[in-house]
């Protein structure tokens, strides 16, 4: 209850959303599952299963020579391998920032001297509540990786021709890798603003 939101009514205006319900069916330690209603002053509804998710930090590691470094690791959703940035849950009283350096560090091992925020975005607003924070992590020092008791990571250096061919072939499916590397090449690369 409290949350707000707004959705364009039929006449062009922006009419005002209140969640009047919320239910929580489901917790595990990633997310929770609510049932959850939002009204606006007309009686209009909108009624969904709502995943709950406190949020997650995406690293975009790029070395001197624009390498990128990508991680690997069985998803079970997806029933495969896949190479993507690395990426983590936000921690209770963390933010965005620091679950990045901390999640940078625990899964690849690397620490950075520049940081620089590329985007933020929801994957999936249809049902998932989950807010990805994209950084552009630069002036990379190596060290040993941390990774959680159930991850297994590889990690790779990939160039910026390999990466654009795996995501025109379908190989690199994931959508935050996608979302960062256009991210960067659009908004970053070449122009000096690595620092933070």
Not at 28 to 50: M, N, Q, W, Y
Not at 127 to 148: C, D, H, R, S
């Amino acid at each position: 209850m409290g949350n707000a939101g707004r959705r364009p009514a039929g006449n062009g205006k922006v009419e005002f959303m209140k969640i009047v319900s919320s239910k929580e069916v489901y917790r595990c330690g990633l997310f929770h599952v609510t049932e959850e209603c939002a009204r606006d002053k007309t009686g209009f509804e909108i009624r969904r299963s709502v995943v709950r998710h406190a949020g997650s930090a995406v690293m975009m590691a790029v070395d001197e020579n624009e390498r990128v470094l990508l991680v690997r690791q069985y998803r079970l959703p997806a029933d495969q391998l896949m190479w993507e940035l690395p990426a983590g849950k936000l921690d209770p009283g963390e933010n965005p920032l620091q679950a990045a350096r901390r999640e940078l560090r625990e899964e690849t091992g690397y620490r950075a001297r520049k940081w620089r925020r590329l985007a933020a975005y929801y994957a999936s607003p249809g049902f998932v509540a989950e807010k990805m924070n994209l950084f552009l992590a630069t002036g990379l020092i190596p060290g040993e990786a941390q990774p959680m008791d159930d991850e297994r990571i590889e990690c790779r250096w990939f160039g910026i021709s390999e990466i654009d061919k795996d995501i025109r072939s379908g190989r690199i499916l994931d959508g935050k890798t996608i979302i960062g590397f256009l991210a960067w090449q659009r908004y970053a690369r070449g122009t000096g603003l690595t620092a933070r």
